[in-house]
């Protein structure tokens, strides 16, 4: 592993993604992701008393259905990393509490998974793990609760807002040298499936425009993006033309198209190669999403059940995937506090 430039790492074995998946709810289910999730609860409560037990549910859920589509146990992961939106990550906690795994707790708002995905492929490069699992959720209930209203206030949500993904997704990644036990069930129909590996890191910087609105997410995480995304391609001396897809974590339709001016104003040009995880997971025209999804388990959702699959199947070889997060709490908002972002890349190959 060596640093190229300022903020980039390089990770020279390639640590691959052995299994992954996710979990979503009866929302998701209904968008144009709806058939690839591996499990969706009609039910979002999950059959749990409260709406943060059922968002701890869901990170169980997507952790055990990671490890049986491995073929692996609990005793084939030596770190898990994981993280969520609640107030101390209680949804990570208390979901992951069974698995008896050494655990390490993240925070980067919305661009958690890329946090632990990061963290789970740094560890495996460094010798330190053989496997590592990267695991996040989010569940709209809760975080309404958390960060705006409970839903019996009946607000009415702005133009801007976003809606937060009930579900989670899970990753195991894994050392080259590492045989995966079990290839079928982690890509089924898929023949000769490539490895998706992991080339390079860059941990994002903390950005602050001033935006203080809660309910336009988009606009104070786009910034974060456009830094972020900027800084790995001088950092690799590469440009946008030579990725077949830039994903980024949640921005929406208000924050995508503000990244893509920010960008275009220092002359980089994203827009033809450019998506983002809120515009995929649900359907804008049909579900009343407002501007998109967000929320920690919109990206890990959509990389889990898409990005990854396809780049296994070839249809992408070469992805930057670029989670977004707004690093705010509800004292910060009360407060009158702007919304400092991140933004973190993890760059992708298809071997």
């Not at 074995?13 to 709810?25: I, R």
């Not at 146990?73 to 101390?88: A, E, H």
């Amino acid at each position: 592993m060596k640093r190229i430039g300022n903020y980039t790492l390089e990770l020279e074995n390639h640590p691959y993604l052995e299994a992954f998946g996710a979990v979503g709810g009866k929302k998701e289910k209904e968008g144009p992701l709806g058939e690839y999730f591996d499990k969706c609860f009609i039910d979002t409560t999950l059959g749990q008393d409260t709406w943060e037990q059922s968002e701890s549910k869901l990170q169980t859920e997507a952790s055990q259905l990671v490890l049986e589509k491995g073929s692996l146990t609990q005793n084939d992961i030596q770190y898990v990393f994981s993280g969520d939106l609640l107030n101390q990550c209680i949804s990570s906690t208390f979901g992951l509490r069974t698995l008896n795994i050494p655990f390490l707790g993240q925070f980067g708002a919305c661009s958690t998974m890329g946090q632990a995905l990061a963290m789970a492929s740094i560890f495996v490069e460094s010798g330190a793990a053989d496997r590592a699992m990267a695991v996040t959720s989010s569940h709209f209930c809760s975080a309404e609760r958390q960060f705006r209203f409970p839903l019996e206030y009946g607000g009415q949500r702005t133009p801007t807002a976003q809606w937060t993904v009930t579900g989670a997704g899970a990753v195991i990644v894994a050392g080259q040298d590492v045989p995966s036990k079990q290839m079928t069930t982690v890509y089924p129909g898929v023949t000769k499936p490539k490895r998706v590996t992991v080339s390079h890191i860059t941990v994002g910087r903390i950005t602050d425009l001033g935006v203080k609105d809660a309910n336009n997410m988009g606009a104070a995480m786009a910034p974060a993006a456009a830094q972020t995304i900027a800084d790995y391609l001088e950092d690799t001396n590469t440009s946008p033309q030579d990725y077949d897809l830039i994903l980024t974590g949640d921005l929406g339709q208000v924050g995508s198209e503000l990244l893509e001016k920010l960008l275009r104003e220092n002359g980089i040009f994203i827009g033809e190669n450019h998506n983002d995880c809120g515009l995929l997971i649900y359907d804008r025209q049909k579900q009343d999403v407002h501007a998109g999804g967000s929320g920690c388990g919109c990206a890990a959702s959509v990389s889990c059940i898409k990005l990854f699959p396809e780049m296994a199947e070839g249809l992408y070889h070469n992805v930057l995937f670029v989670p977004t997060g707004a690093l705010m709490s509800p004292t910060s908002s009360q407060q009158g506090a702007s919304i400092p972002s991140i933004a973190h890349l993890v760059h992708l190959t298809a071997e």
